[in-house]
């Protein structure tokens, strides 16, 4: 096999994010190779590379930790049943309409605090605004999951949820309130909107947030969302074939 072809298996070019971040971007497949620098020095320069480790692979993640990638993130997956969501009041919720699309995508390039990008400060506020802002423009666009789900207050959205469909559930893939609304029942009316609409098609949901985001976890454990493992995301930044530091 070739150095290119051996490349190739191990860390796998994002397209989106490349495009999104510019600055050629990677994920890197488990196993760690054991000749990861090797495989690092192959990549452009810059390039951007990430990983995601289960919490109970810690070999790998001392491997990706002794080659110089970061912890950023420490992700919690949810699921729930198809059990009925909790009763309770909340603001009115409906799928997306093509006049909510400024008010969606200014949120989403607005709010988020706690995500892997906002996390690594390499990255910043700024750009990391702008990802979550294209994110949720392909949804918007129809480019990426199934709807968008918006919540009113006097008319106009305060809030959204992205739904994505994997093999096995319905998935939370995007949700956010905006700032100056939260706390005040908005992200739990989405939530049980998107149970009430899902459970039944899908049978098995799913959601991931940040170990950090305490409200985050408290909210979607109040939906009846159970935690069901998590997952280590590491960053590395590389200049010249290395990782810097």
């Not at 605090?113 to 506020?125: E, L, M, T, V």
């Not at 959205?157 to 559930?169: M, R, S």
Request: charged content about 25%.
């Amino acid at each position: 096999m070739s150095a290119r072809a051996a490349t190739a298996d191990v860390l796998l070019p994002d397209a989106w994010l490349s495009r999104t971040l510019g600055t050629p971007a990677f994920s890197l497949r488990l196993p760690v190779p054991s000749a990861l620098d090797a495989e690092l020095a192959r990549l452009p320069d810059p390039a951007f590379c990430f990983a995601k480790v289960p919490e109970a692979d810690a070999a790998s993640a001392a491997a990706l930790g002794a080659a110089g990638f970061r912890q950023v993130d420490m992700q919690v997956t949810l699921e729930r049943g198809a059990d009925p969501a909790p009763v309770a009041p909340g603001a009115e919720v409906r799928l997306a309409e093509p006049e909510d699309r400024d008010d969606v995508l200014n949120i989403a390039g607005s709010c988020f605090r706690f995500s892997r990008f906002h996390q690594d400060s390499r990255i910043g506020a700024r750009t990391a605004n702008k990802l979550k802002r294209a994110w949720m423009a392909n949804c918007l666009d129809g480019k990426r999951g199934e709807e968008v789900l918006v919540a009113l207050d006097q008319g106009r959205p305060a809030g959204f949820l992205a739904v994505l469909l994997a093999p096995d559930a319905a998935v939370i893939d995007l949700i956010a309130v905006a700032a100056g609304r939260q706390r005040s029942g908005i992200g739990g009316a989405l939530v049980n909107a998107f149970i009430g609409r899902w459970r039944s098609r899908a049978g098995r949901l799913r959601v991931g947030t940040q170990e950090a985001n305490a409200a985050s976890l408290r909210l979607y454990e109040g939906c009846g969302f159970r935690a069901v493992g998590k997952t280590r995301v590491l960053h590395a930044h590389l200049r010249n074939g290395m990782v810097m530091q």
